[in-house]
Every structure is written in C-alpha cells, then in structure tokens.
C-alpha cells in the first residue's frame, strides 16, 4: 500500500510543477507551434488555391518527398528593398527607444521618490491609456497631426507658426504615435526598480561631497540599469514589428516590416514569403533578447 502511494505521488505532478507547466503548456499550445507552422510555410511554394502554399512533403507511390524551398530567403537576403525596410525598422525601433527612455526616465524617477500614498495615482495615470482600444488611441493622433488638424489649428493660433507643419503621413508622425503607445511600457520597469533603490546610498554620495548630477551618474543611473535593459526591451522588440502606426501615421516612403508582412500576406497572397519575412524578424529580435539573458545570466553568477 505504501508503495503504491510512493508510486501515485510521483505520478502526480505536485502543485509547482502544475502551477508552472500551466503557462509553459500555453505559450507552447499558442505560440510556439503557431510558428514551428510558418517556419514550414517559408520553406514551401506558393499556388494558386486553399491553402495558398505547396504541401513540404507528399506521399506518391510509397515514396516520400520532402521539398525545402530556400528561395525566399535568398531573396530576402540579395533584395535592396528587403534590406532597407530591416534597416529602416530597426533605425525607427531604435530611435523610438531612446526618445522612450528619454522622457520616461525622469516620469519613472519622479514616481518613485514621491509619496507613497500618491504613487498609486501616478501609476494609474501611466496605465489609463491601455483601458481604451490602441487601434482607437493611434486614430485619434491622425486627428491631432492632419494639416488641419488639433495641434496644427492650435500652434497657429497662439502665433507660434504661419502654415502647418506636415507630421502626418511622416516618419516623424511615426515617432510620436510609437512614443506615445510604448511609453508605458519603459516606465513601469524603470519604476520597478528606481522604488526599491537603497536612498542611503544617495546620503552617503553627498556626505562625500557628491554633487546631485554626480550621484544621479554614479549611483542611480548604474543601479537602474537592469530596468534601462527590460524598458527597451518590451519598447525595442514590438517597435520592430509595429503594422498600425506607420500604416496610420506614416507615409509612403515609411519602411517598416510590419507593413511588408501585411502587403506580402493579404496583397500578393504570398503565405511563403510573408513567413519567410516573419521568421527573419523573429531572428532579428531574438539577438537582442539572447544577448540580454546572457547579461542577466553573468550577472547572476557574479553577484
């Protein structure tokens, strides 16, 4: 009898392992086989039908053939469009993370040294912006940025400009749509760790004679560099990939995967090749990412 519940325990898996084989399970059900799935689309043709795409492998006659196509990657990697819409992307993902960190650095630090019954509202007020729809909020910036639109008609009425200035349909109508949506997104890690900085630490820099912008370089800014490395992360990663603002506020001339992936996959009804693009971006981002854990790893070992 004993061995028999010896042998019912370590046949139930106990309550940790079920807690954590619950979001593995999810992540593997919804994410990872979805994209083991346009992995093996990249590698096939396309046809004109239901599915749009060559089957990787058939069965004629008892034999087995497996077909890899490899020509949409080496498309990808010898096409100048290609290329420059990577480039480009990562230049705006880029540029969009700085200006992030930029203005959600000083949000973050002043709501951590605030009062700890006004922190809550504070952060309340960062995270208001996702209780309504993204689709809804970039919409409302093509109304803020059209020639005629809020800013403009405001800007020319306090006398600063004579003619509107031209945002919309720009790169820098881009910007300031990925600004406004990811900025949350850099605040709240930075927040996390600017709260729980040791403030003695600060004391100690000005008992030394440390003035307040030398304490801010050599204390917080060091101590805070974990929550500099997560914000541009969760801003960085879906920045590459963004489709909704530079299809809303961008122009023609705005190069931006995401936009490629939709013109591949619903335009040209191309399956392979829009997977083909997928899976390169996926690459793209998974190097940031690799190098963050082995940071995190090395530090972990050292401390």
């Not at 992307?89 to 019954?117: D, H, N, Q, V, W």
């Not at 690459?283 to 050292?302: C, G, N, R, S």
Request: charged share 15%; proline share 6%; aromatic share 14%.
């Amino acid at each position: 009898m004993k061995k028999l519940r010896k042998m019912l325990a370590r046949a139930v898996p106990s309550g940790r392992t079920g807690v954590i084989a619950f979001p593995f399970a999810f992540l593997f059900l919804f994410f990872f086989v979805p994209f083991i799935l346009v992995i093996g689309i990249s590698f096939s043709q396309q046809q004109m039908g239901i599915p749009p795409y060559t089957p990787l492998a058939e069965l004629k006659e008892g034999v087995l053939n497996i077909a890899l196509n490899l020509s949409h990657y080496q498309f990808l990697w010898n096409d100048d469009l290609y290329i420059a819409t990577y480039l480009s992307s990562l230049k705006m993902a880029l540029i969009s993370t700085f200006l992030c960190l930029l203005i959600g650095y000083p949000i973050a630090y002043y709501i951590a040294r605030a009062e700890p019954s006004t922190r809550n509202t504070l952060m309340m007020l960062v995270m208001l912006p996702f209780w309504t729809s993204f689709l809804i909020r970039v919409y409302a910036w093509v109304a803020i940025l059209k020639n005629d639109g809020l800013l403009n008609n405001f800007l020319i009425w306090l006398g600063l400009i004579h003619e509107p200035l031209r945002l919309y349909h720009t790169n820098w109508g881009v910007y300031i749509g990925m600004v406004y949506s990811y900025l949350p997104f850099m605040i709240m890690p930075l927040y996390a760790h600017l709260v729980k900085m040791d403030l003695s630490l600060l004391e100690a820099a000005y008992d030394l004679g440390a003035k307040p912008w030398r304490a801010f370089f050599q204390v917080t800014l060091p101590l805070s560099k974990n929550g500099i490395i997560a914000g541009s992360l969760l801003v960085f990663i879906p920045a590459v990939g963004e489709y909704v603002i530079p299809e809303l506020l961008g122009g023609s001339e705005t190069l931006m995967i995401g936009r490629q992936m939709w013109s591949e996959f619903f335009e040209n009804n191309d399956w392979p090749m829009a997977s083909a693009v997928t899976c390169a971006m996926v690459i793209l981002l998974l190097v940031p990412m690799a190098l963050f854990q082995h940071y995190q790893t090395k530090e972990m070992e050292e401390s």
